[in-house]
């Protein structure tokens, strides 16, 4: 086991600890401390200043969505001219409740950097605020926009955790109404079945995973639902219709709570007669890839080779 992993999974028991142990009293603290913070405006983190500049979009819910787009100069100086560039839409994980961290921005820069594409990160609503019901067809409107602008010849949807489920659910919209048809879907650790139909196998990996707890995973999951039934599409895209979603590329560890999601992502996306990449990573954690250690460069480096071919 390399040094920048033993370190990373310190890192992470010792950040999540009081989120995995706390009492359902904590956690409803925790909700309403969220719901003050997703009020606040979203920054970029002062390393990354240089690189994002933030832009607005209003839904037809009337909701002000605020929207990062990736501006360094020399990808800047190769698009002069070229209308067609290929995109990343990047919707970014955190349980549904939280805004975007560090390491979402880090993973987005590195992917832009490496790929040659513009990059666009909506901070969609979030709960408890805002549930699944009103944060999905926010969503949806935002992509119906980029898709009748016709700016982008090629969009890439990139996801981690919760937001590598809505980019599952906005590829079906997007073939349910005729939308343009995203060229790839990248999904990372991705939740895919809020009504945890794999939930015996997901307590097994629960002494391994030094990120999730399974009980508060499922609370959350609970109050980002709604009043919509847990095998709706929007609440568990893995029910969904996969008819018009292909390159799909899924990346998850071994050691996390949610890698039964992706094997059951995995087999029905087979059952429709599909074929997409599945790489499970051994002895990794939840969003592995987003951290600078070996394996994640490594997950990267597949990532961008399934971008740009």
Known sequence: MNAGRVFT??????????????????????????????????RVPRYFRGFFSEERFDASNGFEMQVFRHDDARLLSLSKGSKGRPLILYLHGGAFIYPPVFFHWRFLHDLCIRTH??????????APEHLC???VPTLLDFYKNISES?????????GD????????????????????????????????????????????LQAKDPMLQLDRVITLNAVWQGEL??????VSPVFGDFSGIDNLSVYFGSNEILKPDSLFLKETYEKAGKTGTFREYQ???????????????????????????
């Open 9 to 42: 999974e310190r890192y992470l028991k010792l950040m999540f600890k009081q989120l995995r142990d706390a009492t359902p009293e904590e956690v409803e603290a925790e909700l309403e401390h969220c719901r003050r913070e997703n009020r606040r405006p979203v």
């Open 117 to 126: 594409c513009d990059a666009l990160l909506p901070v969609y609503p979030k």
């Open 133 to 135: 019901s009103f944060a």
């Open 150 to 158: 016709g700016d982008y010849d090629t969009i890439h949807l990139v």
């Open 161 to 204: 955790s919760a937001g590598a489920h809505l980019c599952l659910v906005v590829a079906q919209e997007a073939h349910k109404n005729g939308w343009q048809k995203p060229a790839s879907l990248t999904l990372l650790s991705p939740c895919v079945d809020l009504s945890h139909t794999k939930e015996q196998e997901m307590r097994a």
């Open 229 to 234: 039934d847990a095998k709706h599409p929007w």
């Open 283 to 309: 002895g990794m954690f939840h969003t592995f890839a987003m951290f600078p250690i070996p394996e994640g460069f490594r997950a990267v480096r597949e990532m961008v080779r399934h971008i740009k071919n």
